[in-house]
């Protein structure tokens, strides 16, 4: 199997036939119009970006080309000629294979198994595996990455970042299995990447561009800029445009997304209100569990604080422990000058502490059921009347806060698997306000897999609790999110405070005095 | 301290119409229909199945069938299973007739509260242990037939005062058997308590997610606990039915009732993997499951050819019932 | 460019085992083993030689029946279906060997036919789970019924008894003191293991209980691969059940009584999950053993009657608390 | 496109069912109209209820049954309940909100306590019934006008017969182990107690250990093959409570290679337990006679309905009696290699002929 081989076919296509192309493509949900018409053109040999705010369309769009979504409208054409692609198996024939946002990996197989997974070709001869075949299938995909992971080794014990690793090495077997130069779509491949990783995958796509057409999908407008030749916008499942990247600025291309001219003011530093409380509302001493040993902190109403920190700094587990989430061993946490009970989540929510869970989908919102339960789940009391539930008392309230959060939902009865992510998350944060008693907010990665409209959104809610006294604890997505929004970071290491600094609007610390804390 | 009022909520708030669309509502009404199809196949078959008479001995028959897949519904919407039950009313139906000829009319609280007890310690065990619910109640299947067996010296126990029983073989108007009644009246209850209270949202975030119910504060642990308890309630008040209707107690009575009243909550449409589903669901699906019990045999069909029946139209009705939209992965 | 997302140890926060693998792999065969040198301190019969053949002698047709059990289970399916199919399989072969309601004499061919008969029961199951999406609880409660009506019809009340010697000698002939339906069993369960470790039938069983939808997303069409692996359960039911026939000497409707707990209670004991994905026919097998060595040992140190099937299910709930105690998490989902 | 075939395709299915119940119902319900006492012949309804029809014993009584009904132009509703209690029930509440008058059922109670509620129910919806093997002690017949007849064998004198004759093939000493049949049922404890009676009388005979198998072949291979290990050679004989247990345990100890020199006796005296006696594997058996039961007892119920029989010519000692039985060793089992039904037996002077007593 070798690179030549596929340039040469690459090669007995006419240069100016577009490697991909999508026309009028037109996707109705129940209630939603996903895709209104969207054209797109991939050139051979070409990395295009593809831009647009969660809800533009790109996930079905994405999905259509890989045949996990049967378009009501439209064409597709590969290489010239129209296409229907029924299955994902139909489009990996014409070239076009997928990484997905959210990881699709079997955890229970091996790494090996995962990446020829439904292409076995010579692993598997009349139904039996041919074991050190298929090692060597996936260590030649490994190396065509640098990656040392033994490709014997069960998905679920490697770390996340190398399951994403395996999740590339996974998509490049395209090459293997198609006639044609291939067409390779990556789904936010970097959002939880380190940079080193980033680095790695950003020479692979350069590298594929050799023999291969790269659809690049990242929120982070940067990377996007960085990497690709072309960017492609999306609006409201319309195609509004396209930017070469050529000198072209972040700034330009969120306008395009957005439709109009955002706020540079990204992170509402505007309306930051330095907290005048003297006496803390939280604080935390010599706090200790599993991953972590003698934290102390406190928050104040109204501040925001940051904690910051890389792998295995216990941070997570820190915010989890605060909610009753994580078992502790010794410490004393006090909330308003109370001692706050940490045996369990359902003490935490009674004292008027709310979490956000970084697992939006498993952890923090009940797919199936509607957004007014949802919104109500952990506030009972603010639909009852003493023990008892009270329909229209829960209608209005929760029409209220659709209304007062703009979320965007059919109505108040649909179920919130249904919602784009960023309409999820506000459903989730406002499970934490309907009930008014919200003292304390910890939030793990609120704005994880969020665009740039909806993260702007959430950064604008943060600061309106702060401001009305909420104490809230941040773990954010990046660094310059922690710069942004808090006022105060404390960077923990190895499962400590490593240092604290104050985060005040025109004293802030850059990203480099924190990573020097950090490691 | 602080008001925590984050912004005053609109004051006209934009109320968005919508409802279930109609096939949802179709969908959600095809326990019910299965049941009259069946019921107008029986007819078709032997016409003397739809009589008065004939329909009151069924749905008394139903009754504590109904009861026992009610309870386990609660622990079915919880994500769980529970494997005990029967079991559970056969240990219910030895306690009843050994305690009648002492405790008189306080036998029947006393047996249910004891079942609930027993059901809530395989609750306990199930939560603390995490131990899956499969296994505490399969379990808990064997440790209570054991007891039953031993308490009752393997034998059956006569009741020969029936009389504090015997108000469940009236009937009401003399066409609605008294046992009927209750076992209506307890789901209407169980379905006021959780249709009012938030309970009904605490199981079904249970059942659909548990993680995501803990982490929003939902009282996951003692839910279950909960819902094995009634559970464990539901199966005493069937064996007080069937003790009223048979005059004895025996260690295996309803040991055959297991299959049936799983299948009840299956045909009624409730998802095995919990969330999704009703009480109301598991008495149209026991009313289906008691139909071809008894209904097949009656009108004439052959006992091999009986069977044959009661495994495909089960499977039918389970296909015409269950709500798949709900039910993402089928296992 | 943006600074990395600095923590990104999701995996953290997701629900899924991570540590403690060979804990609970090793677990059960500690069990087994302190298990057996308990009931052997206890009883001096219970150590005998004739006892231990007779053990492994009585835990053949559970092994082979948890061994099909075992693929459904690793699918995250579940499967009633063995009382049915097993009745219908023991009624076909006693019917199709030489016996004394009719003068078939087909030998292995009727075996074979009986076992076809499993697997066609078994297929009946994973098409009606495949096509008209009912949960595999419920088609393999329903193919149970079917089976013992199939059953019911072909014994006609006249219980069929086999005179085939082939079959007969199953139970009672002897290869270095197991008789050969151990051997068969002890083959079933090699069988398995390779199907498991070998083929793309059984991994891909194991990745069904995995991921099933990311099976789906990398264009695995999965159907068939269910409907595959009810009829290798059902094939391995229909050998149960013929397996039984030859114990007993004649075809019972109600060969397969009681099979389907049993083999789900050993799979489950030996550690294999009920959501799927984990365990393997090996696991499985281990947990047969400590299922029949319990069964056994109560009886040998006079445990009563009464009290034994109380006494079995008190132990294998003890025996999957110890396990799963050292891995109890705060917030772990238990259904 | 499959949204649409799923649930049209269960419908399918459901009315395929359907018509295949059409078309099973081939028994009619009749609207009788005489009265009590004295029914048409051909009004008359007969309904036979066994656990089930895979067993042959049971199966044979259904025969008889049949046979019955067939001797006097009927036909017989043939019920069976999986040896499930509830089940029966069941059935027999329905069975009995349909047309009662004429209806005569021939029962087998699944377990003592469920003769009971079969008998009250019938008492109300006056449907004419006999019942056998089990019920309470306390509950008679006498008190009843409905239940005709309760039919038994007596299980101590039978479990004493087998005990005596196996004493005997092991030469009066040595161990023994016995199966039980289901713990809750009369006739397992009758039969174990004429065990007892026979080791009273045979002191050498030494009852080493008892195992409920339930009655049940499998069970009894599985429990044998246990208490041979755990006895060896102390066994020299099996007491099973009845034949399928025996013909389990003859098969453990073919497995054991120990066929032929252990003694083995059961009770029913079912086909393959007399081809054993035949063939010298097994010892003894105790007959009871499943054809004729199950003709018998629709018969009494006819004789009564058509008013052929009066209910206050029935003596006492009839309403609850023990039936005539054989012990079957290899001497007299060529006799009894082909049970038939006497449709003599079956007439209405006749069939009270093999009471030989009153229930105890």
New interface residues.
């Given amino acids: 199997m070798s690179i030549e081989v596929e340039s040469q076919a690459a090669a007995s296509v006419p240069a100016r036939v577009p490697a991909l192309e999508v026309k009028g493509l037109v996707k109705h949900y129940p209630g939603v119009k996903a895709l209104d018409g969207v054209d797109l053109v991939v050139h051979q040999n070409e990395v295009l970006g593809l831009a647009g705010e969660n809800g533009a369309g790109k996930s079905t769009l994405l999905k259509a080309l890989v045949g996990l979504v049967k378009p009501d409208a439209g064409e597709i054409y590969v290489r010239g000629e129209k296409v229907k692609l029924r299955s994902v198996d139909d489009a990996a024939v014409q070239g076009i294979g997928m990484v997905f946002q959210e990881q699709s990996l079997v955890p229970n197989l091996t790494a090996a198994e995962n990446i020829v997974l439904g292409s076995e070709g010579a692993g598997v001869k009349a139904g039996l595996y041919r074991w050190s075949e298929m090692r060597r299938l996936a260590q030649e995909q490994f190396d065509k990455i640098g990656s040392h992971i033994d490709p014997l080794a069960r998905t679920d014990t490697l770390s996340f970042a190398d399951r994403q690793m395996v999740e590339i090495a996974k998509v490049l077997r395209i090459e293997q299995r198609s006639q044609h130069p291939p067409v390779i779509i990556l789904d936010e491949p970097t959002s939880v990447l380190e940079s080193k990783e980033i680095e790695t995958l950003f020479t692979q796509v350069r590298r594929l561009r050799e023999f291969a057409s790269v659809v690049f999908v990242s929120h982070r407008l940067d990377e996007v800029l960085d990497v690709c030749d072309r960017v492609a916008v999306l609006r409201s499942g319309q195609s509004v445009g396209e930017v070469q990247t050529e000198g072209a600025q972040p700034a330009d291309l969120h306008k395009m997304m957005i439709g109009s001219t955002g706020s540079d003011d990204h992170y509402h530093e505007g309306l930051a209100q330095p907290s005048e409380e003297e006496r803390p509302r939280l604080t935390v001493r010599g706090l200790s569990a599993k991953t972590f040993r003698d934290v102390n902190l406190d928050v104040h109403a109204g501040e925001i604080v940051a904690v910051v920190g890389v792998h295995g700094s216990g941070r997570e587990d820190v915010c989890r422990a605060l909610f009753g989430a994580e078992p502790t061993t010794a410490g004393e946490v006090t909330l308003d000058g109370k001692k706050l009970d940490l045996s369990g989540t359902r003490a935490a929510c009674a004292a008027g502490v709310g979490y956000v869970p970084a697992e939006r989908k498993i952890e923090g919102m009940v797919g199936p059921m509607s957004v007014a339960d949802n919104m109500t789940l952990a506030k009972q009391k603010s639909r009852c009347n003493g023990p008892l539930v009270v329909p229209t008392k829960q209608a209005t309230l929760v029409d209220r806060w659709i209304e007062r959060l703009s979320i965007r939902t059919p109505n108040r009865t649909t179920a919130i698997q249904r919602l784009s992510g960023g309409n999820q998350q506000k459903v989730v944060l406002a499970r934490w306000l309907v009930g008014n008693d919200i003292r304390l907010l910890l939030l793990d990665h609120p704005t994880r897999g969020l665009d740039i409209g909806a993260r702007s959104e959430v950064y604008r809610l943060m600061r309106e609790l702060a401001n009305n006294g909420v104490a809230t604890v941040l773990l954010a997505d990046s660094l310059e999110e922690a710069i942004g929004m808090a006022d105060r970071i404390i960077v923990m290491s190895d499962g400590k405070v490593a240092s604290e600094m104050p985060c005040r609007t025109g004293a802030k610390p850059t990203p480099l005095d924190l990573v020097k804390e950090m490691v | 301290m602080t008001s925590p009022v984050v912004a005053r909520p609109a004051a006209e708030p934009t109320v968005v119409k919508g409802g279930p669309s109609l096939s949802a509502r179709v969908t959600s009404f095809m326990p019910v229909i299965a049941l009259v199809v069946l019921l107008a196949a029986l007819t078709i078959a032997d016409p003397g199945f739809f009589t008065q008479r004939s329909l009151t001995a069924a749905s008394m028959t139903a009754a504590p069938l109904i009861v026992m897949a009610v309870g386990a519904t609660l622990v079915v919407l919880c994500g769980g299973i529970d494997l005990s039950i029967a079991a559970m009313a056969s240990l219910s139906t030895v306690f009843l007739a050994l305690w009648l000829p002492s405790l008189g009319a306080l036998s029947t609280p006393a047996v249910i509260a004891a079942a609930a007890a027993f059901g809530a310690v395989q609750g306990v065990l199930h939560v603390v242990l995490r131990i899956p619910s499969f296994i505490v109640t399969l379990g808990g299947m064997s440790v209570f037939s054991a007891i039953a067996l031993v308490v009752s010296d393997a034998g059956t126990v006569p009741v020969t005062d029936n009389s504090t029983l015997n108000w469940l073989t009236l009937y009401l108007g003399g066409i609605v058997p008294m046992s009927v009644v209750v076992a209506l009246l307890v789901v209407t209850g169980i379905w006021v308590i959780m249709r009012f209270t938030p309970i009904q949202s605490w199981i079904t975030a249970t059942g659909y997610s548990e993680s995501a119910a803990r982490l929003a504060g939902s009282p996951v642990d003692y839910v279950k606990i909960g819902a094995f308890c009634v559970s464990g309630a539901c199966a005493g008040l069937a064996a007080v039915m069937l003790v009223s209707r048979n005059f004895s107690g025996n260690p295996s009575m309803a040991d055959n009732l297991l299959l049936p009243a799983v299948a009840a909550i299956v045909v009624g449409g409730t998802a095995i993997t919990g969330g999704h589903g009703s009480v109301w669901r598991s008495v149209a699906g026991a009313l289906v499951v008691t139909l071809l019990r008894v209904g097949l045999p009656i009108v004439g069909v052959p006992s091999a050819w009986e069977q044959i029946l009661y495994g495909a139209i089960i499977v039918a009705a389970v296909a015409l019932t269950l709500d798949r939209s709900k039910v993402l992965i089928i296992k | ?18 540590r403690g ?1 060979s804990l609970r792999d090793a677990g059960p065969p500690i069990a087994l083993v302190v298990v057996f040198l308990v009931f052997a301190a206890l009883s001096s ?1 219970f150590r ?1 030689i ?2 231990i ?2 053990i492994l ?2 835990a053949a047709v559970l092994g082979v029946v948890t061994c099909g059990i075992t693929f459904v289970l690793m ?4 499967d ?1 279906s063995s009382p ?1 199919v097993m009745g219908a399989s023991a009624l076909a072969v006693a019917l199709l060997v030489q016996n004394n309601r009719n003068d078939n004499d087909f030998g292995l061919l009727g075996v074979a036919l009986a076992v076809a008969l499993g697997a066609a029961l078994g297929a009946l199951s994973g098409s ?2 495949v096509l ?8 393999t ?13 072909m ?5 069929p ?1 086999i005179s085939d010697e082939m079959l007969g000698s199953w ?2 002939e002897r290869l270095i003191g197991l ?1 050969y339906l151990t051997w068969i069993a002890i083959g079933c369960i090699l069988l398995g293991w390779l199907i498991q ?5 059984g ?1 891909y069983a ?2 069904i ?13 999965v159907a068939p691969y269910k409907v595959a692996v009810f009829t290798l359960a059902g094939a391995f039911y229909g050998l149960g059940g013929v397996m ?1 026939t030859s ?4 075809g ?4 397969g ?1 009681g099979y389907d ?1 049993s083999a ?2 050993a799979a ?1 004991v030996g550690g294999t ?2 959501i ?3 365990g393997g026919v090996l696991h499985s097998a281990v947990g047969v053993l400590l299922i029949v060595v319990l069964t ?1 040992g109560l ?2 140190i006079g445990v ?11 132990i ?2 003890a025996a ?2 110890a396990a ?2 050292p891995q ?1 998490r ?6 | 496109m499959i949204r649409i075939s799923r649930p049209a395709g269960a419908l399918l299915s459901l009315g395929l069912a359907a018509a295949a119940l059409a078309g099973c119902s081939e028994a009619a319900t009749s609207g009788g109209s005489s009265d009590a006492g004295a029914c048409d012949p051909a009004d008359v309804q007969l309904v036979g209820q066994v656990r089930n029809e895979s067993n042959p014993y049971e199966a044979s009584w259904l025969d008889g049954g049949d046979a019955f009904a067939e001797s006097v132009d009927l036909e017989q509703q043939r019920l069976t309940y999986d040896g499930d209690s509830t089940k029966q029930q069941e059935q027999i509440r329905q069975l009995l909100a349909g047309d009662t008058e004429c209806l005569v059922m021939n029962v087998l109670p699944n377990g003592d306590a469920d003769t009971t509620p079969i008998v009250e129910g019938a008492e109300q919806a006056g449907a004419y019934l006999v019942t056998q093997w089990n019920k309470p002690a306390e509950l008679s017949p006498l008190d009843y006008d409905y239940w005709i007849s309760h039919i038994t064998y007596d299980g101590v004198d039978s479990g004493q017969q087998i005990g005596d004759a196996l004493a005997e093939a092991i030469g009066g000493s040595g161990g023994i182990i016995a199966l039980q049949g289901v713990l809750d049922t009369a006739a397992a404890k009758d039969r174990f107690a004429g065990l007892e009676a026979s080791l009273e009388a045979n002191p050498d005979m030494k009852l080493l250990d008892d195992q409920t198998a339930n009655f049940s072949r499998d069970e009894a291979l599985a429990v044998t093959k246990t208490l041979l290990a755990k006895h060896g050679n102390d066994i020299k004989g099996i007491w099973a409570a009845n034949d399928d247990m025996a013909l389990g345990a003859l098969q453990a100890l073919e497995q054991a290679g120990r066929a032929g020199d252990v003694a083995v006796v059961g009770i029913d005296a079912v086909p393959d337990a007399l081809t054993a006696i035949e063939n010298g594997e097994m010892t003894a058996t105790v007959s009871s006679d499943g054809p004729w039961q199950g003709g018998v007892g629709l018969a009494i119920g006819y004789c009564v309905a058509t008013g052929e029989l009066e209910m206050e010519d029935i003596a006492d000692e009839d309403r609850a009696f023990y039936a005539e039985q054989f012990l079957i060793n290899d001497e007299n089992v060529a006799d009894f290699a082909t049970p038939e039904t006497d449709s003599a037996d079956f007439e209405c002077d006749n069939v009270f002929n093999r009471a030989v007593g009153p229930l105890s």
Avoid: C, H
């Fill in positions: 460019m943006t600074s990395p997302a600095e923590d990104v140890d999701v995996a953290a926060a997701r629900p899924q085992p991570r693998v019969q005998s004739e006892n053949q007779n002698d009585a699918m995250g399916s579940i009633l049915g009606a789970l008209l999406k009912v949960p595999s609880f419920m088609t409660l329903g193919v149970s019924a079917i089976g013992l009506g199939i059953a019911t019809l014994f006609s009340g006249v219980q008894n139970a009672t008789s470790r070998y083929t793309r039938l991994r194991f990745a209980g995995g991921a099933e939808e990311v099976l789906s997303l990398s264009g695995v069409k039984v114990q007993l000497g004649a019972l409707v109600q060969a009584d707990f789900i209670t489950v999950l009920l799927g994905g984990r056994n009886v040998q009563s009657p009464y009290w034994q099937g109380g006494v079995q299910g008190f294998v709930v999957v608390a799963v105690i109890r705060r917030n772990q989902v238990v259904k």
